[in-house]
Each structure stands twice: as structure tokens, then as C-alpha cells.
């Protein structure tokens, strides 16, 4: 964090603290956030109210953009009608197409602001990702409903960029475009009615149904007739294009995006009503909401579902990266929804290893959400090669580079079947739960346990996924089907080898690794007791072995420990001390309270629960962090003792930068020698990796810098809690051990969640004069939107319909902030 950025954080945290000592609800700021839609009342007196905006307007201004704003762009893409139809050249030859099924170029029709300094607009890469397939054209016949998608760039300073698209069709009335598409399909029948054209078209074939509106020979596919939806005739049919609304941002919070760009749509006022203009949400999202700091949360509000709708409230929280997981807004339940535990496990390993790694789906936002998933899960450890989880056609020859990426294809996109079969990268058919494995590939250290703990937070969350490929637990051994149980060793070790086959379709094609007999390792029960320290912030570290006849034994201990008082209940204060009982080997992984405590109430008494969009998200921010914890967990066992191996260097910082390439970092050969036998295969190969070359760079380059790598911080964090724990002359763990941390670091988003740093006004409008309704989706007005604080003087309609009147600031001149407690 930068030194503006501490000064920042500074003032507001001293702001936020007096305004919660000047109000004078009693509350103290620990109340539940309001429902969408709710009134807020003003929480100030109308002194206190100016003295907090001249407090706000003052922190805005001392805010970097770069790091505050929430969204840099917000652009529009579609058919330039001044230019007309241009064939896109990057979509390969695709004349033996129908021209419904033809790619042409797309342009970005508008982009506002013009220009942020901190992010150069680029028109050709943000046009390419937001209509990844290219402008496409489409008959009442297809289906034309919205979708939804994000993408992911990579600027020449590492970092990335993200952006948020909703691709929309719309009904063509030029003429003169309508024409076109006509004439091209004319003469697409008369080159297929001459025979010029071979019949390539995937879509056609030999038998089936004979259209009558096309040659004799221009068959239809029996099944669904899609060679008739690609045919427009312009007597009958309405012809539709498609157009994209878009925002480019430095963060990715993945669920406002959407939310916001889907009700944006559904806010086109097509027919006179109530409501606010298009340019009053976009300058809402442009230049008022302001990015959450590093533990602190903000209210802001979005487009609602109807024009006539008050707006949505939502929380937008940001992890404290001293001492949690750093921000993942994408769900890792579809992950695990889309392939599996398995599945997800094998994908891991894969990256881990730095192979290159393909992904495949029809659907482009499936393609994002693996990608951004499964690198995140890589923690401590960033991916720091290739990296394009949509990649555009025009990119595709990318494939052929003989370097580590991650990618991402179109199903319907050639060079996703032609790439598939090689033998050398991991290719994941999302769409079908199929993996296809390099070969040789080790398996990944206490594979069972670690796939079984992850089951029991999915399972506790009630997460639907294919579970036949899930180890089972049996009399407190895992097993696999009817294959499970002694003479195994639960890492893949000799006697029970962990089955790794080259390609498996889940949930039915592990029969392999179900024959394999695993064994499931003794679970150590541990158990957390104060020590002497003041404010409890020590513990001491007692394992008790769980015995699989023993296991009876665990809920008398819990309950004594609840009666003495030990454990947290969920009506306990968050940061009271606790006693953590992890699982037993019949799957319970996490203190239950605790868990509990962060549910429901419906759904901690078995009842299935209807989620609004909103507590779904919140939801699966939950679910993120805890699953997230047992892979930060699994890291931080298999390399408590990586530091005892670092070879640090006995010359200059300068010097050792310049020969860093040069130098061995790390003692690998003894690292390996003090690890169990059957890790060697996975640990060995992953001691070459550029990832964990980094992560000794890193923790070499910390005793020259005074501000230490984040990640690293927290890594070596969790090891020292480990090792307080087991003592500080561990070397090497042989036995599983699950997460218990995970309910610590869920007590900083339920804070954040239930306390509200900072408040964002609701989009209010800023047009003298907004249209009555538009056809289509229409350019917006640079006027208001190329600069902040567009207008000065009062907006014609302050107050409108659905919003509170005791908003505080409505005008785009005021304030944009407001304290919420």
C-alpha cells in the first residue's frame, strides 16, 4: 500500500469512528445491512451531516483513482452503420458458412470516459472480448436472450485487467443492412446449388428432412433444424444483431458487474414511465462508487430489475491481506458444480505443475469462472505465465507457443477439437465433465483426505455436484466404492497407490482409482486451550488421536468443553476466546458452532432455503473462504520447513538481482529427503516450477525491503501458527491434518458484512431533459459522462420515484459518500 494510500485508509478509519461515536442510535454501527431497496434515514444531525460530506468530498480527493474507482470505462459495441458489414478477418474463412453463421467485425460505438490516464482505452482488445464470437446476426428464430460474461487481460506490468460484458441482440430497421444479409444469402443458396461449394457445413446433413424454402439438396439436420434457423428471409423473418454493454475495472467484483449491466438493460425505457436515465446509472458507476480499502466495506447501489423500481443495495467488502485470503468474487461453488471434487483436484495439480492447460465450454462466463477459480486456489502461489481464459479467434495461434497457459475455447470453435487431442496438456470439457490428464502425472499429497475434507464444507454448505467420485468414510477409513478400505496409505504411497489415469469422464470413468485401497489416515483431533497470555491471543496445541473405535468419544469431549465454557457458542461475541474441535473422521471438518452460526437459521434446521440473488453472493463469499482456507491449509503442511532450506545470499541486493538466475535458492535434494516417500513424485517436479521459484525469490528479497510481498506475509503467517502448534523443531508432517482456522477468518467478512464503513448515495438523475423510450440501446451523452461532476446545478428531478427524499447529496456536484452509522 502506497504512503497516499495509508494516509487515506488513516482519515477514514478516524472518520468512521467519530461519526459512530456521534450517532446516536445505540447500535454502535453492529447492525444487519438493509434489505433491497430499503429507505436508509439520515444517521446525523444536520451539522454532523455537513462536517462528515466536507470529511468524505476531502477523502475522495485524496484518493488515488487508480486504486478507488470502481469502474474505468463503460463501453458500447456493435455494427458501425456507417460503415456497414466488414467480414472479420480473424474469424478464418468461413464463406462456407451460412451469413447467419458468419463472423463480422465489430466496433466499440462509444466509450466513456474518453481516456483514464492509468488505463489507455483499447478500442480492438476490449471490442474483441466483449464479442469474443464477433458481430453476429439472428432470425426470431434463434435464441436471443442476454448473455452474460466475463474476461480477463494481462497488461505489460503483470497486473490484471478485467471486464464485464452483456451481449444483447436487437432488431435490425436499416434497410440497407437487411439487404445485405439478403443478397449474401442468396447467393450462399446459388453457389450451394451449383455445387461450388462443398458440403463442409457441420450443421448439414446427408439425411433429414428437405426444406422446401431451399435447394433440393440443402438438407436439414433431423434432429434440430438449425440449417432453417440460419436461413432469413426477408418477407418474414425480423433479422437481430448483436451489441454488447461493457465495463472495463481494475477489481474484479464479478456479481455488481453483472447486476449492474443486466438491469441497466432492463432499464431501457421502451415506452414513457417513471424512472431515471441510462446516463445517471453509468455516472453512478463511473465516478461515485468508490472501491472498499483493505478490511473495510462499502454500500452501493445498483440499477434495480424495473425502470420504476428503487435501486439495490448491495455490500462490497475487501479482505484484510495481513491476515486474510485476498479478494475472489467468482463462486468457487460452480467450480465444484461444474467438475467435481476430482476433477478439481487433478485440474489443480496440472496448473501446480505448470502444464499447459486447456479449457472448453459453449459457454464463455463457464470458461471464466474455472479460470479465475482454479488460480486462485494456487495460493500462496501466482500463476505467472500465459494466462487468457477467453481466447478470441483472432488469438488462437497462441495455442501453438511452447510455454505454460491457461486458456480458455469456444465449443464451437475448431481449434478446440484439433487441440484436444494431444497428449501433452491438461484439456478440460467442462460442459461434459471430461479431463484428459498429461502423462505421468504425480498425485497430489493426501489425495482422499484432502478431496474428503473438501466434500464436508461442500456438503455443509449443500452444494449440488457429482459425488460418485468422492472417497467415502467407512468405520474411519476413506474408500472408493467398494474398494475402500485398509491396506492403503491415503497419499498414494506404496500398497495403495493412488490410481492416475490419462483421461476420465466424471462422474463414471474413475473406475481405476475406485479399485485402488486407501486407507483413511488417523485424523488428529485437535484441541485449542488458552494459554497464560494476555487476551488469550496464544494457543497450545494438544493432538488427540482419533481412533476409529474412538470416535464416540469426540462429543463427549466437545460437550464437556461447551459446559466448561471453552467453546464459542453462536451467540457468543465474535473475538471471544475458542476452543476449536476439528473433525472426526466422519466428516465434520470445522467447529460446528461456529459454522452454524454464520447460516440461516432455516438452513441449520434442514430446510432448503430459496436464496434472493443477493444473500446467494454473500453466500458463496462464505463458501469461498472456507474453501479457500483448506487449500491455503494443504500448502501451508506439505512446506512448514520451507524456510530451513532457503539459501540466502551473502552479497548486496543489487548483486544478488542481477545473478539470481544463476544462484541456487533453495536446498531442494535435502527439502526432499525429509518428506514422506510417496510425496517425492508431485514435490520434486513442483520444486522446478516458476511458481515456487518466485515465492523463494520473494521470501529472499524480504530482507532487503521494508514492506514484504502480502502473500508471502500471510503465508509465513499460518506457518508460524502451525508450528507454535506442533512445536518449532517440526520437520515433516506424515499425517493429515485439516483446516481449523477457517471460522477465524470468516469473523472479518461477518463484521464487515454487518457494519458498514462507508455508504454510497443512490444514482440520482443528472439530465435536464432524459427520453421518453428508445427502440434500441442508444449512445449515451458524452456531456455528462466524459468528466466528474458533470453538472453543477440542481438535476430537474431531485427526488425520483422509489428513491428516499432523505437522501443525502443527490446532485452529481455533492458528495457521493455517505457514513452510514
Not at 474441535?581 to 458452532?593: A, E, K, N, R, T
Request: glycine share 6%; hydrophobic share 35%.
Amino acid at each position: 500500500m502506497t504512503t497516499r494510500e495509508n494516509v487515506v485508509a488513516s482519515r477514514l478509519s478516524k472518520l468512521m469512528l467519530s461519526s459512530g461515536n456521534g450517532s446516536g442510535n445505540g447500535s454502535g454501527g453492529n447492525q444487519m445491512p438493509p434489505s433491497s431497496g430499503q429507505q436508509v434515514q439520515s444517521p446525523t444531525s444536520p451539522g454532523e451531516q455537513s462536517q462528515s460530506q466536507s470529511e468524505l468530498n476531502q477523502l475522495k480527493r485524496d484518493a488515488d483513482p487508480q486504486f478507488s474507482r470502481f469502474a474505468d470505462y463503460f463501453v458500447i459495441c456493435g455494427l458501425d452503420l456507417d460503415t456497414g458489414l466488414e467480414p472479420d478477418r480473424f474469424a478464418g474463412d468461413n464463406l462456407h458458412c451460412s451469413p447467419l453463421d458468419r463472423a463480422y467485425k465489430s466496433k466499440p460505438l462509444a466509450h466513456y470516459p474518453e481516456n483514464v490516464p492509468w488505463n489507455p482505452f483499447d478500442a480492438h482488445g476490449i471490442c474483441m472480448l466483449s464479442l469474443p464470437q464477433g458481430l453476429r446476426f439472428r432470425t426470431q428464430k434463434h435464441n436471443i436472450e442476454p448473455r452474460f460474461h466475463s474476461f480477463a487481460t494481462t497488461r505489460e506490468d503483470g497486473k490484471r485487467c478485467y471486464g464485464f460484458s452483456l451481449v444483447f441482440y436487437e432488431e435490425i430497421r436499416n434497410r440497407n443492412i437487411c439487404g445485405a444479409i439478403h443478397t449474401l444469402q442468396s447467393m450462399f443458396i446459388t453457389e450451394l446449388s451449383n455445387g461450388q461449394q462443398t458440403h463442409s457445413l457441420s450443421r448439414v446433413k446427408q439425411d433429414g428432412p428437405v426444406s422446401r424454402s431451399l435447394p433440393r439438396h440443402f438438407k436439414v439436420a433431423g434432429q434440430a433444424p438449425q440449417s432453417a434457423q440460419s436461413y432469413y428471409d426477408i418477407n418474414k423473418d425480423k433479422l437481430y444483431v448483436a451489441k454488447s454493454i461493457t465495463l472495463i475495472c481494475q477489481a474484479p467484483y464479478a456479481f455488481a458487474a453483472q447486476m449492474f449491466l443486466k438491469n441497466l438493460y432492463r432499464c431501457l425505457p421502451r415506452q414513457p414511465g417513471a424512472g431515471i436515465s441510462l446516463e445517471s446509472y453509468v455516472y453512478n458507476i463511473l465516478y461515485e462508487v468508490m472501491l472498499p480499502q483493505p478490511g473495510k466495506s462499502i454500500r452501493v447501489y445498483l440499477p434495480p430489475t424495473e425502470p420504476h423500481l428503487p435501486a439495490i443495495a448491495l455490500i462490497l467488502q475487501r479482505p484484510l491481506l495481513a491476515t486474510e485470503l485476498p479478494l475472489l468474487d467468482f463462486p468457487l461453488r460452480l467450480l465444484f458444480k461444474y467438475l467435481g471434487v476430482e476433477c478439481v483436484i487433478q485440474l489443480l495439480t496440472c496448473v501446480l505443475l505448470e502444464n499447459q492447460v486447456l479449457l472448453r465450454s459453449t459457454d464463455y462466463q463457464r470458461l471464466m469462472i474455472v479460470g479465475e477459480c482454479i488460480t486462485s486456489l494456487l495460493f500462496p502461489f501466482v500463476w505467472p505465465h500465459v494466462y487468457a481464459p477467453i481466447l478470441p479467434a483472432a488469438l488462437h495461434h497462441f495455442l501453438d507457443a511452447p510455454v505454460p497457459f491457461v486458456m480458455g475455447l469456444h465449443a464451437e470453435c475448431e481449434a478446440a477439437h484439433k487441440i484436444g487431442s494431444e497428449a501433452t496438456l491438461c484439456f478440460v470439457d467442462i460442459d461434459k465433465k471430461h479431463i484428459q490428464l498429461p502423462e505421468e502425472l504425480p498425485v497430489f499429497p493426501h489425495k482422499l483426505d484432502f478431496m474428503a475434507e473438501i466434500g464436508s464444507v461442500l456438503d455443509k454448505f449443500e452444494i449440488e455436484r457429482d459425488r460418485d467420485q468422492e472417497p467415502s468414510f467407512r468405520n474411519g477409513y476413506v474408500g472408493r466404492g467398494a474398494g475402500g478400505g485398509p491396506g492403503g496409505n491415503g497419499g498414494g504411497g506404496p500398497g495403495g497407490v493412488d490410481a492416475m489415469i490419462s483421461s476420465c469422464t466424471l462422474p463414471t470413468g474413475l473406475q481405476a482409482a475406485r479399485r485402488s485401497k486407501e486407507r483413511f489416515q488417523q485424523l488428529q483431533e485437535t484441541v485449542y486451550t488458552l494459554s497464560g497470555s494476555p487476551g488469550g491471543g496464544v494457543v497450545d496445541y494438544q493432538p488427540l488421536i482419533a481412533h476409529p473405535s474412538r470416535i464416540d468419544h469426540v462429543p463427549r469431549i466437545a460437550d464437556f468443553l461447551r459446559r466448561k465454557g471453552g467453546i464459542r457458542g453462536a451467540g457468543s461475541p465474535v473475538g471471544s476466546p475458542t476452543v476449536s474441535l476439528s473433525s472426526s473422521p466422519v466428516g465434520i471438518y470445522h467447529d460446528v458452532d461456529a459454522v452454524d452460526a454464520t447460516m440461516p437459521v432455516t438452513a441449520r434446521r434442514g430446510e432448503k432455503q430459496k436464496l434472493s440473488p443477493v444473500d446467494q453472493y454473500y453466500q458463496d463469499l462464505r463458501i469461498n473462504n472456507s474453501v479457500r482456507e483448506i487449500f491455503l491449509n494443504r500448502f501451508v503442511h506439505m512446506f512448514h520447513a520451507y524456510e530451513y532450506f532457503v539459501i540466502y545470499p551473502n552479497q548486496a541486493r543489487d548483486e544478488w538481482i542481477s545473478n539470481r538466475e544463476t544462484l541456487q535458492n533453495f536446498d531442494k535434494s535435502s527439502f526432499l529427503s525429509d518428506q514422506p516417500e510417496h510425496h517425492r513424485a508431485f514435490l520434486s517436479r513442483f520444486l522446478e516450477s516458476q511458481m515456487f521459484a518466485t515465492l523463494i525469490d520473494n521470501k529472499i528479497l524480504a530482507m532487503w525491503e521494508s514492506q514484504p510481498d502480502e502473500q508471502l506475509q500471510l503465508f509465513d503467517q499460518r506457518v508460524k501458527l502451525l508450528r507454535r502448534r506442533h512445536g518449532e523443531n517440526m520437520i515433516a508432517a506424515t499425517s493429515y491434518e485439516p483446516c481449523v482456522l477457517s471460522q477465524d477468518s470468516q469473523q472479518g467478512f461477518e463484521k464487515r458484512l454487518n457494519c458498514i464503513d462507508i455508504e454510497v448515495t443512490p444514482p440520482s438523475e443528472i439530465l435536464a431533459n432524459r427520453a421518453a423510450y428508445f427502440r434500441s440501446f442508444p449512445l449515451l451523452e458524452k456531456g455528462v459522462l466524459n468528466q466528474e461532476c458533470a453538472s453543477s446545478s440542481p438535476p430537474a428531478n431531485p427526488t425520483p420515484p422509489g428513491h428516499p427524499s432523505t437522501s443525502i447529496s443527490t446532485s452529481p456536484s455533492s458528495s457521493p459518500l455517505r457514513n452510514s452509522h
